[in-house]
């Protein structure tokens, strides 16, 4: 590691009191046995932990170490204790309190002292998912396709006696299995079918307690959309949507425990799972109780995944927040995300980190985490390219340009890590993995949610569904902007816009339209649109076209619009509505008189 210039530590008085305490207690009680018994000792602060180089970062894996990473002034953010901070000064690093974050970690407790009125619970998801599914069944499915640690072992306790019987891992599945291809469910066991997958999970840090919120408002959307919007319509019809709201169930309750009376109404910070016996035999792995926003017990799942299973980017202490596991894909949790993922996608990509998938690979998977503002692409636990890594950077990108995030490889903008899960998608299958750090806090009022996070993320998600079908080709063509069908007169009037200007700012070549039947299939009739001002020669172009509908019932139907560029590429589809009246003109035959 290269040395750290010092800098200067700025305390804010009540920290600065609680620290000089919490330091007078550590120099008071050198009979203290280990790091778990002094962690007690004073009330926890989050430090910027200042580097020089990116890759210095993997040395912090034995704390929590936030996923956030201030790329201009080169620091982290780190949850810590007295303890904890002159270790870092004794292994040479430069740190300062965060006095924002620190703010942040204190009051965590008022923001959420409605837990349970706003947040859901696990138990409100999963109600949730049951009642939507109840409402709609030939569009939802709800599908348990694991046990969570806990349930596995026929319950669990906490150190403070707290128990509780475990959950089943579940997913809602989305599409409409009236239209051929979908994927077939018995119990856990799903077969996979023939329409394009997009995966959303979220919740695999548990304290992360905003995403599951997110994936649920994108179920609701869809559900909602559909025979409403053409869009949430042609989606459900032709892809399938699967989501997991809450990747770590017992984390989560761990999360909610926390914010009972019984200990103060202040949420745990548990990330990992529930296990703290890794052995069997009886013995806790961690000692630490109640779980601190920087000592815990349990799995990092996002760090158990067996692809790239392993150091750096990972911890072997099971108090530390990064802890990988006895071995690769140990948990419960872990391996029924697995098998459930490769059951949903084809496996498109050689054994080598230098076999690409195929242009024409299906399906987008993106993992919701906390916080950071960043759109994540593979690869996570080495710094090497990913061989699809200039279609991976497109996609992040034009994700980016929805919520305004940074889109990045974590070796450039984060740190390196280890058996994570868009690692095992995208290294395993060949799916374009994507991961989402959400916002600026793990606990933020709830308010936030549909004032930024939801507005921010929800047009990413909804084009990551439009891409799944062939996302490394479909995001670099232009996007269908606008689509509108209006009466003129007697016809109908196709109105778009095609914009390419955030899809690599190429200058549009064609657009069509079909009616009922989306473009992809094959030998369906296609009509042009043209250029407003007769030529096509820009990134950006309105265009417009008559509809055809001659032969069309009278009713509703759905008409669908793509744009290509000038290099060839189709972009994703867009629809719209439009109605065909039918045609009431009366004709009436009257018997002539002839005066003879």
């Avoid at 207690?25 to 926890?44: C, H, V």
């Amino acid at each position: 590691m290269k040395p750290h210039q010092a800098h200067t530590i700025i305390w804010p008085p009540a920290l600065l009191a609680a620290f000089l305490l919490g330091g007078l207690i550590w120099a008071q009680s050198a009979a203290l046995p280990n790091r778990s018994d002094a962690l007690a000792a004073d009330a926890p602060f989050v430090l910027r932990v200042y580097y020089h180089d990116i890759g210095d970062l993997s040395a912090l894996q034995a704390y929590d170490l936030w996923e956030y990473n201030n790329l201009q002034e080169r620091y982290v953010l780190v949850s810590a204790d007295a303890l904890i901070y002159r270790e870092l000064i004794a292994n040479g690093w430069s740190v300062a309190i965060d006095p924002v974050a620190t703010e942040q970690l204190g009051r965590s407790a008022e923001s959420l002292r409605t837990f349970f009125g706003d947040y859901r619970t696990v138990d409100e998801l999963y109600a949730d998912l049951a009642a939507w599914a109840a409402a709609s069944p030939s569009l939802a499915e709800v599908v348990d396709y694991g046990q969570s640690y806990c349930l596995g072992e026929g319950g669990c306790t906490t150190p403070g006696g707290d128990s509780w019987p475990g959950f089943p891992l579940r997913a809602i599945r989305l599409t409409n299995e009236a239209v051929p291809g979908s994927s077939t469910i018995a119990g856990a066991t799903v077969t996979r079918g023939t329409k394009p997958v997009f995966f959303l999970m979220a919740g695999i840090h548990a304290r992360e307690i905003t995403t599951p919120e997110i994936a649920m408002r994108f179920v609701r959307q869809l559900l909602d959309g559909y025979g409403n919007d053409a869009d949430a319509t042609w989606l459900l019809d032709h892809h399938e949507i699967w989501v997991v709201p809450t990747a770590n169930p017992d984390g989560h309750w761990l999360v909610e425990l926390g914010a009972t009376d019984a200990y103060g109404g202040e949420p745990f910070f548990q990330r990992k799972n529930a296990n703290n016996d890794v052995e069997g035999d009886g013995v806790a792995d961690c000692p630490f109780w109640p779980p601190s926003s920087f000592a815990q017990f349990g799995i990092d799942l996002n760090r158990n995944h067996s692809f790239g299973w392993g150091p750096p980017g990972s911890s072997d202490g099971p108090c530390d927040m990064t802890y990988r596991g006895p071995s690769a894909a140990s948990e419960n949790e872990t391996a029924a995300m697995e098998t459930l993922i490769a059951a949903l996608f084809a496996d498109r990509r050689g054994p080598d980190l230098t076999d690409p998938a195929p242009d024409d690979t299906s399906g987008v998977f993106i993992t919701l985490h906390s916080f950071g503002d960043l759109v994540l692409w593979p690869w996570g636990h080495v710094e090497d390219l990913a061989p699809n890594v200039s279609d991976l950077r497109a996609i992040g990108d034009k994700f980016a340009t929805y919520n305004g995030y940074l889109s990045c490889q974590p070796s450039v903008c984060l740190y390196l890590s280890n058996g994570a899960s868009d690692d095992f998608a995208y290294g395993e299958l060949g799916v374009a993995a994507f991961t989402f750090e959400v916002g600026d806090e793990f606990m933020p009022p709830f308010g936030v949610l549909d004032d930024e996070q939801w507005p921010d993320n929800a047009p990413a998600l909804r084009y990551a569904a439009k891409i799944a079908r062939a996302p490394y080709v479909t995001v670099h063509g232009p996007d269908a902007l606008g689509v509108t069908v209006a009466a003129v007169g007697e016809a109908q009037t196709v109105t778009a816009t095609i914009d390419a200007t955030t899809n690599g700012g190429r200058a549009i070549a064609a657009a069509h339209y079909t009616i009922d039947t989306p473009p992809w299939i094959e030998d369906v009739a296609a009509w042009p649109l043209s250029p407003a001002d007769g030529i096509f020669d820009s990134p950006t172009e309105p265009v417009t076209a008559d509809v055809l509908t001659s032969g069309l019932a009278p009713g509703r139907h759905t008409l669908f619009v793509r744009g290509q560029d000038e290099d060839g590429n189709w972009g994703p589809v867009s629809a719209v509505f439009f109605v065909v009246i039918p045609n009431l003109t009366e004709h009436l035959y009257l018997p002539t008189v002839i005066d003879r």
